[in-house]
Every structure is written in C-alpha cells, then in structure tokens.
C-alpha cells in the first residue's frame, strides 16, 4: 500500500479522536488526561496525513480529493453524532436487560404483586455504612424495588454511627448492619427488622410489615407425621439426618404461624387455626380424630394432607377424604419416561386447571416426586356441594407399582396411564352451623418428603407447596412464584474500575470498530 494511503487511514483516525474527544470529556470518562491524550495523538495522525500526501495539496480544490477528504471528514461528524444520539436516548430511557441464567436482576412475581399491593407508602431505612462491602449491592436491591413502586417504596441510608437515635429507636447496636422497613407515621408507625437481606428476604419482611394477622395453622401430630421442631433420620441413609426446618421458616417468613395439636380423645380444632396440616401420617387414625377433622371441614375447614409413601391413616380417614373426592391408592408411583434418574423418582410438567398450578405452569417448572403415592379423583360417594380438581398428573407414561423393587416396569393388574398427584378440592359451607368460612378446602398431595429440608431447594417443590398453602388459606396474593435460591456469583468495582469499564465499552471499543470500518473502506476506495 502508498505511503498517501496509509496517511490517509492514519489522518482518518486522528479525525476520529479528535471529533470524540468530547465524548470522552463530558460522557464517558470525565478524564482530562485522557481528553488530552486523544488530542495529541489525533494531532500526530492528522500531521502524517499532511506530510505524506503534501503534494496533491496544490491540486486539492481540483482534484477528487477534496471530495474525497470532506466527505470523510462528514462521516465521521455523523457517525459520532450519531453514537452521542443513541447513548443520550439510552440514558434517557434507562432500558435494562438481564442476560444472567438464574435472572438475579429480575424482580420474581411474588415480589412485583407484593409491591403493587401495598397500601400504603413503605420506607426502607438501610444501616449501614457507604464503604461496606455490602453497600452497593443493597443500593441495587432498593433501586429496583422503587423503579417498580415509585410511590409506595422508598428508601435511605444512615450510619449507625452517626444516627444514636436511630439506633435506640429501633433497638440496633452501635455496629449492627440492618435493614428496619417502616410503615405509618408517629406513634401508628410499626416496623420490622431483617439483617440477612436478599430479594426473599426483602419482599417477605414487606409481607409481614402489611399483614393484618398471622395465620395460624396447625400440623396435627400423633401417628408418626414429620416432626416440626427436630431432625429425622434420613431413610436408607444411616447417620443422615433432614427436618422441615426450610419449611417452617418460610413459613414464618410469609406470615404463618405454625404449631402442633394432637387430636386424640377428640379434640376439637381451635377455632383460630386458618389451616389444617397432616404431614406424612404413617399410623392410623381413631374414629374420634377423624370426626373432629370432619367437623371441622363441614365448617368451612381448611387442610392439607401430605400422603406417605409407607404408611396407611386408616379406613376412618381414608373414608373423609372420599367424601372430598379423593382416593389414595396402594404402592408408589413411577414414571418411565419423566423422572429423575429413578423411575420412582417422579417429575412432572403435566398441570390442571387450577389456581394453585397456574403461575407454574406459565413458567414451566418441574415439580420433582420423590415418592409418590397414586391418588384417585372420585365421582360418587361425595359429601354435598363438593368439587375436585387435578393439579399436578404424572406424564401418560406413568405407572402404580404395587411391588416396588430395584427392577421396577410397569405390570399386570397395575393401574397405568396419566395419574393425578395432587388435588384439591371445595365444599360450600355458607349454610353451615357455626361455620368458620364460607368455602371449604382441602388439598391432597401425594408425597410428603416434598417438604424436607434435602427436596425445599427444589423451585417447583417449595412453590407449589407454599401456593397450596397461600390457596388453602384463601390469600390469593400468596399463589405466585417467590424468588429462587439465586446467589449471584459477583465482582466488587470500586469508583476507579467502574470508570475504567465505561471508557472501555462506551468510548474504545465504538471508536475501534469504527476506525476499522473506516479503514477498510478507504482501503477499498483507493484501490
């Protein structure tokens, strides 16, 4: 290639410098250095332009070339001007994108209907000084909750340091980092405190700060069900111990109240108890406590019942939840095409109409079965008024395997096809006596290890388990999908590499793809 060529190239580049250096000044770095920096480079590359095509500046307003050097000096001014366009309209309209796999920048469901639900304005006060750690991304955290809830969210930060009274108003330590959501003014101010703080965390305090009352419900004990408050061996693992302590939590987090009641001798369900749990039953039930339960959901009761692969309630219970519609088979339920590795292990995208399997179902996710029971929904036997309906089946491939062994397949006499794991079912109960709602529910599940601490991390399990409750209990709020166990695997940026990056990606890396474009195309055009 000539020398004029490439001085033509070089100037071309020097242009380019030149005319973004207030690019660099104003928007993408701020740097004066750098301003300078570009400047005398570009000076340098316009000179070797001048110097190695000097001899056709006595020809310039004749010849070509004069077209030829102010329609690139043209080009250059609109192809910046149109960068400076496209970053101003990006500023302005502030358009985000979240290209992380677990969408740990995305706002879950339960989150965006808890903030549009609020009734009235909530204040996130952050205690924490700005040069922890934690500082930015808690900023982050808070910056989109408001960009959703302009009005009903907003928030601050303060030292505790600087802030005693603060501090002995919300009963926090000199050096305690926290997080206290308020609501109200004066002395119909309430609020809630939180030091772990993520996404769950944040819209679970909200939950709690707005709820009117806890809900209270009641996991009946007695018959070898899942103990609420202590480890349990976990089966064919010797040593191994799980426990529902996963489950309680959330629970708490989203403002149940949980406890435990043995019925025996016939003891009545409290009249504060917002939902009944029978979690894993493995022995039988007394005609006494299966009447109390009856009672209890002729009343507008409200239960869940956690079906256990290795245990049988009994005829008396068997019996109640007939009545409801449902039917609980012999054996464990396999699948040989939707599983987990193990046909026993059973996994499911097959849902019902229902609300409790809708938000679910919109984002297609795998409920996993450990050990299901096969359940039946019936037709004739039912008690007045009642209604049920399938929410999760097996896929068609699925089977009852009335033997289990190592070898399982589907054989003679066994039930196949698409098998019902949960339902759920209601009753009118308006004309009832001493009614306690106006609608009974009750929910079957055919597994009940989907409430261990080993199968809870599992984002189908633990929201079909919890929308079930949150439907159970006729809080339609609770039916969505909470934010997943999501640990964003993040790199701190102090001020000084954030500025880096931006000069990088909004000035350096533009102007080089321009420049090469520009090149090639002088390249071209002198040929």
Do not use: C
């Not at 071309?12 to 480079?41: C, D, Q």
């Not at 959703?148 to 505790?160: C, I, L, N, Q, V």
């Not at 929910?443 to 601490?453: I, N, R, Y």
Request: no cysteine; net charge neutral.
């Amino acid at each position: 290639m000539k020398a004029a060529n490439i001085g033509k190239i070089l100037g071309g580049f020097g242009l380019l410098l030149l005319f973004s250096s207030p690019f660099t000044l104003f928007f993408s770095s701020g740097s004066f250095a750098l301003v300078a920096t570009k400047v005398v480079a570009g000076l340098v590359l316009v000179g070797l332009y001048f110097a190695t095509n000097f001899k056709q500046f006595g020809q310039f307003a004749s010849r070509r070339s004069s077209f030829f050097f102010g329609s690139t000096a043209l080009m250059v001014l609109l192809t910046l001007g149109a960068l400076l366009a496209i970053n101003y309209i990006a500023y302005k309209k502030n358009q985000r994108w979240d290209l992380t796999e677990k969408k740990i920048f995305t706002l879950s469901p339960q989150t965006l209907s808890t903030l549009k639900g609020l009734r009235e304005p909530v204040r996130a006060i952050g205690f924490i000084p700005t040069d922890h750690p934690a500082y930015e991304a808690l900023q982050a955290t808070f910056d989109r909750y408001h960009v959703e809830a302009p009005e009903r969210f907003e928030y601050s930060f303060k030292d505790p340091r600087r802030h005693p009274d603060l501090t002995e108003k919300y009963s926090l330590t000199e050096s305690q980092t926290t997080v206290v959501l308020t609501r109200g003014e004066g002395s119909s101010e309430t609020h809630t405190k939180l030091n772990i703080v993520s996404e769950q965390e944040l819209t679970n305090a909200l939950i709690k700060l707005t709820r009117v009352s806890e809900q209270k419900v009641y996991f009946v004990v007695g018959h070898g069900e899942w103990p609420l408050n202590q480890p349990m061996p976990m089966s064919g693992q010797r040593g191994r111990t799980t426990s529902l302590s996963e489950m309680k939590q959330q629970l708490t987090q989203e403002g149940y109240s949980t406890r435990e009641i043995n019925l025996a001798g016939g003891t009545t369900v409290p009249r504060d108890a917002s939902l009944v749990v029978i979690a894993g039953a493995k022995g039988r039930y007394s005609p006494s406590e299966v009447e109390s339960l009856r009672q209890y959901l002729a009343a507008g009761g409200r239960m869940i019942y956690f079906a256990e692969a290795y245990g049988e309630p009994g005829p008396e219970l068997s019996g109640l939840l007939a009545e409801y519609g449902v039917s609980i088979d012999p054996g464990v339920v396999a699948d040989a095409q939707f599983n987990g590795g193990s046909p026993y292990v059973v996994l499911s995208l097959f849902y019902g109409r229902h609300e409790i399997s809708q938000p679910l179902s919109q984002r297609q996710l795998n409920i996993e079965f450990p050990t299901a029971r096969a359940l039946n929904v019936r037709t004739q036997g039912l008690a007045e008024g009642v209604k049920v309906v399938p929410v999760v089946s097996t896929s068609p491939f699925g089977w009852v395997e009335l033997t289990p062994d190592d070898k399982p397949a589907a054989g003679e006499g066994e039930r196949t096809g698409q098998i019902p794991l949960v339902t759920a079912s209601t009753r009118n109960t308006s004309g009832a006596q001493d009614k306690r709602f106006d609608e009974a529910r009750l929910v079957v599940v055919g597994d009940s290890e989907l409430l261990m601490d080993s199968n809870w991390g599992h984002e189908g399990n633990r929201n079909l388990v919890m929308n079930a409750f949150g439907w159970a209990t006729t809080q339609e709020d609770k039916v969505t999908i909470r934010p997943p166990d999501r640990t964003a695997s993040t790199l701190q940026l102090d001020e000084d590499m954030l500025n880096r990056v931006r000069f990088v990606s909004t000035d350096v890396l533009p102007l080089s793809l321009l420049g090469v474009g520009m090149a090639i195309w002088l390249s071209r055009r002198n040929k």
